[in-house]
């Protein structure tokens, strides 16, 4: 009887990372990623949408690669440690990736109407699109000198509250 046990325990190790690459790379992020698409939470839709670029980039390279990664008896752990750092609610590596690389050197939808003064173009560039949208609708909606009475407002009680 040790010798099935101990051969069960064996197949088990050197199967481990297919077993639990399943559920790490796989599994968890399906149910994150619909969990995200009914939160309200923009930063779970960043995180697992670039979780999903990324591992589609790895299954990839692996397709690409397959005759040398054979060779590299490590390669499914570097695989599965990397996922895990993707995955993990304590890393949240693909927003990490995504804050720190894709969102500084690709950008997409940075377009602002030129309509509206130099010093309020710089700002508006510099926000998140949801802000950037939010502040166009309002000056769309009450005119660009309500928005320059807004920010004036709030830079008086700032330097009030300094």
Same mark, same amino acid.
């Given at each position: 009887m040790k010798i099935g046990i101990m051969g069960l325990l064996a =197949?088990?190790?050197?199967?481990? *990372?297919v077993l639990i690459g399943l559920g790490v790379m796989l599994l968890y992020p399906l149910y994150a990623s619909v969990r995200a698409t009914e939160s309200p /939470? =923009?930063?779970? *839709?960043?995180q697992w949408l670039t979780y999903w670029v990324l591992y589609s980039f790895i299954t990839l390279f #692996? %397709?690409?690669?397959?005759?040398? %990664?054979?060779? %590299?008896?490590f390669w499914a752990y570097v695989k599965l440690l990397f996922c895990l750092w993707l995955?993990?609610? @304590?890393?949240?590596?693909?927003? +990490?990736? +995504?804050?720190?690389?894709v969102h500084? +050197?690709?950008? @997409?939808?940075?377009?602002?109407? =030129?309509? +509206?003064p130099e010093g309020h173009l710089k700002v508006l560039q510099m926000m998140s699109l949801d802000a950037r949208k /939010?502040? #166009? !609708?309002?000056? *769309?909606r009450y005119g660009v000198d309500a928005f320059e009475r807004v920010v004036v407002a709030a #830079? !008086?009680?700032?330097r009030r509250q300094s």
């Amino acid at each position: 009887m040790k010798i099935g046990i101990m051969g069960l325990l064996a =197949t088990i190790a050197r199967h481990f *990372d297919v077993l639990i690459g399943l559920g790490v790379m796989l599994l968890y992020p399906l149910y994150a990623s619909v969990r995200a698409t009914e939160s309200p /939470s =923009t930063l779970e *839709d960043q995180q697992w949408l670039t979780y999903w670029v990324l591992y589609s980039f790895i299954t990839l390279f #692996e %397709l690409s690669c397959w005759k040398v %990664l054979q060779w %590299l008896p490590f390669w499914a752990y570097v695989k599965l440690l990397f996922c895990l750092w993707l995955v993990l609610p @304590i890393f949240h590596g693909a927003a +990490y990736i +995504y804050e720190n690389t894709v969102h500084k +050197y690709v950008k @997409i939808g940075v377009s602002v109407s =030129t309509n +509206y003064p130099e010093g309020h173009l710089k700002v508006l560039q510099m926000m998140s699109l949801d802000a950037r949208k /939010s502040v #166009e !609708r309002y000056m *769309d909606r009450y005119g660009v000198d309500a928005f320059e009475r807004v920010v004036v407002a709030a #830079e !008086r009680e700032a330097r009030r509250q300094s």
